[in-house]
């Protein structure tokens, strides 16, 4: 996932304004109106998403670090880490694909401090690892625990979406996404004895498998 900074045009020490003021900018330069009838519509389209992720991620962080400095006993403090910077780092722990280490991080933080964030995360590491029950479930929680944050609201909308039209558990029809891949159901298991019995009778035999 690129830097959310860079998407923008700001480093990581610019104000708030300067943040608001860059995404504004460039939500103005690819809005839809700008490209009506273009054909770089679909590709400003995919700008402006972009832009948007870049900036609900940053609000996020620093939001995330504004309630760690205001109220130092909340979230996790691990030893060297406060909640802002922790969170950060398994941020880009799971950017990288350093999955593991994620969890592992994520599991250390106790019970009673397990914020929204934490929820997005655990959501996050889920999904990138295809287990999309578990992603839905966390994304959701984060979601009802922060109902105006964006980014929350976005991924679990995202992956709600992409689990339309298929069985619970396999959203994505290509792999089995639950933490059971032994990558036959039920179903499969049903219709393979089906076509199995048609044969069959079809070779003279009596069905049920001759």
């Not at 708030?16 to 109106?33: N, T």
């Not at 499969?188 to 079809?202: F, Q, S, Y």
């Amino acid at each position: 996932m690129n830097n959310p900074y860079q998407i923008l045009g700001v480093d990581s020490n610019s104000s708030d304004d300067a943040v608001k003021a860059a995404y504004r900018g460039l939500a103005e330069k690819y809005s839809a109106d700008n490209y009506a009838g273009s054909p770089l519509a679909d590709l400003a389209e995919k700008k402006i998403k972009e832009i948007d992720d870049a900036y609900d991620r940053i609000m996020s962080e620093r939001r995330v670090g504004q309630q760690s400095s205001n109220d130092p006993s909340s979230g996790y403090t691990g030893p060297g880490n406060n909640s802002s910077a922790s969170y950060i780092e398994i941020r880009n722990l799971i950017n990288s694909s350093r999955l593991d280490e994620a969890e592992s991080r994520l599991l250390q933080i106790p019970a009673g401090q397990r914020s929204a964030e934490w929820n997005f995360l655990m959501g996050s590491m889920n999904y990138s690892r295809g287990w999309m029950d578990e992603a839905t479930r966390y994304f959701s929680i984060a979601a009802s625990m922060e109902p105006g944050n964006r980014e929350y609201a976005a991924a679990r909308n995202r992956v709600q979406n992409n689990s339309r039209g298929y069985a619970a558990g396999n959203p994505y029809g290509g792999y089995n996404t639950s933490r059971n891949s032994s990558g036959c159901s039920g179903c499969d298991i049903c219709t393979g004895m089906m076509c199995a019995d048609c044969l069959c009778k079809c070779l003279g035999g009596r069905g049920l498998c001759c």
